[in-house]
Structure formats: structure tokens, C-alpha cells
T-cell receptor, first 113, second 110 residues
């Protein structure tokens, strides 16, 4: 079954700790994205990658980092520099070509206390 | 001004009703328009996407785009309790960067 797998579903961390969220896809999609979702707000783009070993900052990249060493994987690290990290994080992918909408994973709920 | 505006609701309707969900946008360069359904604590699921103006139908769902008014709609016919979810609209110029509405919460009562 093709899809996007995010793990874990729930994650709890203490303030000051870095944490890495996993995102794996077996759709053979070139492009991958990380969004943050907060209540009452639209999805906000953190980082995206159109191709392996290349990625670009989105609208709210401060306090986050990513890597894209494999086509299938796009992990997101939430660093201690992120001022308000508690949120629902969504990973998405697309073929990366014309006429290609986003497909999402089921998200990771991160709570930092 | 936000790129995409969407009424957050909640919208509550009886089972069997026709539901109309809407978004407005400010960027006339948007060409691709998408609707996603998101159940609680889940990721958004792509329902439909359309290119430019016009209508597209898929089962009980119809997506409508009016580029002259910068207004898009999603109609759900014969709504079911299983349609209860948050509906997100999304738009793009070129499928490179996507702009999302904040979502409308729909509750279909049995």
C-alpha cells in the first residue's frame, strides 16, 4: 500500500531538547514538504525539497532543520531555538511535476513542556 | 490580507442536506484549486482538484471555480454523518508552492 508514514503519532519533549520527526514515503514522489498546523490557522510551510540533497526554507523555517539524503525520507528536527514548538506537524509529498497536488501523512502531534 | 480566506464555521447541517463550502483568494495568478478533507487527528485527504475556472463533479462532490470573482466552492450533496470533518481549500500557481485556507469545520447531524 503506497503512502506517507509519519512517526511517532504523539511526541512529548521537555523544553530545550531537540526532537526529530520522521517522514517516509513509498510513492516514488520527488517533492516532499513539512507543514505546521495550529488551531484556527492555515497550514504553514516549514521546509520543502524538490530533489534529493536539496531543500528550501518555507515561510516559518526558523528553529527547524531538515535533511534529504534519500528520496523516500525527509526528517524534520525541531530545535530548542523554536520558540513555540507545540503543534501538529504534517509531512506531504507530490510527484513534483505539472498537475501534481499534495498528498499528506497522518501527522505527528508534538507537545513540548 | 491573507492569500486565502475561509470561514472557520462550524457549519452544522441535518443529514441529507446540500452543503456549500467556500473560499476567496487575492492572487489572480492561482490556477490550481484543491479541496482536502481532514478528520480529527488525521492528515488532510485530497478530495478534488481543478484547473482554472469551471466545475468538476465526483460522486456527491462538486468543485466550482470562479476566477473572475476569485471564489471557489465545494458542494456536497446528500450529506452524511461521515462527511463531518474539517474541509481545507488550497491553491497554487504552478504546484510548486501551495496556499491553504484555515479550514471549515462541518458537522452533519443524523
Amino acid at each position: 500500500d503506497g503512502g506517507i508514514t509519519q512517526s511517532p503519532k504523539y511526541l512529548f519533549r521537555k523544553e530545550g531538547q531537540n526532537v526529530t520527526l520522521s517522514c517516509e514515503q513509498n510513492l516514488n514522489h520527488d517533492a516532499m514538504y513539512w507543514y505546521r498546523q495550529d488551531p484556527g490557522q492555515g497550514l504553514r510551510l516549514i521546509y520543502y525539497s524538490q530533489i534529493v540533497n536539496d531543500f528550501q526554507k518555507g515561510d516559518i523555517a526558523e528553529g527547524y532543520s531538515v535533511s534529504r539524503e534519500k528520496k523516500e525520507s525527509f526528517p524534520l528536527t525541531v530545535t530548542s531555538a523554536q520558540k513555540n514548538p507545540t503543534a501538529f506537524y504534517l509531512c506531504a509529498s507530490s510527484i513534483g511535476e505539472y498537475n501534481s497536488p499534495l498528498h499528506f501523512g497522518n501527522g505527528t502531534r508534538l507537545t513540548v513542556t | 490580507q491573507k492569500e486565502v480566506e475561509q470561514d472557520p464555521g462550524p457549519l452544522s447541517v441535518p443529514e441529507g442536506a446540500i452543503v456549500s463550502l467556500n473560499c476567496t483568494y487575492s492572487n489572480s495568478a492561482f490556477q490550481y484549486f484543491m479541496w482536502y478533507r481532514q478528520y480529527s487527528r488525521k492528515g488532510p485527504e485530497l478530495l478534488m482538484y481543478t484547473y482554472s475556472s469551471g466545475n468538476k463533479e465526483d460522486g456527491r462532490f462538486t468543485a466550482q471555480v470562479d476566477k473572475s470573482s476569485k471564489y471557489i466552492s465545494l458542494f456536497i450533496r446528500d450529506s452524511q454523518p461521515s462527511d463531518s470533518a474539517t474541509y481545507l481549500c488550497a491553491m497554487s500557481e504552478d504546484f510548486n508552492k501551495f496556499y491553504f485556507g484555515s479550514g471549515t469545520k462541518l458537522n452533519v447531524k443524523p
